[in-house]
């Protein structure tokens, strides 16, 4: 007798990471444009948003263990110490997208992004010329970090995440797409 599979992804442990190609017969074509777009979401979020004022609205920065997806993803050690960053990324004070960022800390050294506040990542990242992005993965599990936010509802629809590369730093940027930007902007439920 065979065990049966759970499809409601709340029961996973860890989130179901695909190839964005993987996921994309799952999703509709307005989502495809914001999951696969391999551009800065921060200068997608300013248009999108526009004529409303978008804001970086860090949430916690800390040193601390990554999960063990995450570790896997940049390949270190799941027990091993690394920087880590949530930020909410709002339109008019009202958060379309949440992030975690994860990178190991014996990379920092010099990088300068312990002093990011509430500037956005992706101002920083897409200013270096040497950067490389791995390939985007997708998942419709929400993110497990938020719960730790009081007073942010974290309803996501989509998830999608890559690993950045820049002068030996190795960067794992995972963005959740909020039913409030989708709302906003008239975005279908998937």
């Not at 993987?22 to 777009?37: C, D, E, F």
């Not at 998942?139 to 996501?156: E, I, K, M, V, Y």
């Not at 730093?169 to 995972?174: A, C, D, Y």
Request: net charge positive.
């Amino acid at each position: 007798m065979t065990a049966p599979v759970l499809s409601t992804p709340a029961f996973s442990l860890f989130p179901q990471w695909l190839p964005v190609a993987a996921a994309q017969p799952a999703m509709s074509a307005p989502w495809w444009q914001w999951i696969a777009s391999t551009d800065s979401l921060t200068a997608r979020l300013m248009a999108a948003g526009e004529p409303g004022t978008f804001r970086v609205r860090l949430l916690r920065q800390t040193i601390g263990l990554p999960q063990r997806d995450e570790a896997l993803a940049l390949g270190i050690a799941p027990r091993r110490y690394a920087w880590l960053r949530e930020v909410a990324l709002c339109v008019d004070e009202t958060p379309w997208v949440v992030a975690r960022s994860v990178a190991p800390l014996h990379q920092l050294q010099g990088k300068g992004l312990g002093k990011l506040g509430e500037r956005s990542l992706g101002s920083w990242l897409f200013q270096q010329p040497d950067l490389v992005r791995g390939p985007l993965e997708a998942t419709a599990t929400p993110p497990r970090f938020t719960h730790q936010q009081p007073g942010l509802s974290a309803n996501s629809l989509w998830g999608r995440r890559s690993v950045f590369e820049h002068g030996g730093l190795s960067l794992l940027v995972q963005e959740y797409f909020l039913s409030t930007m989708a709302d906003a902007l008239g975005l279908p439920s998937r």
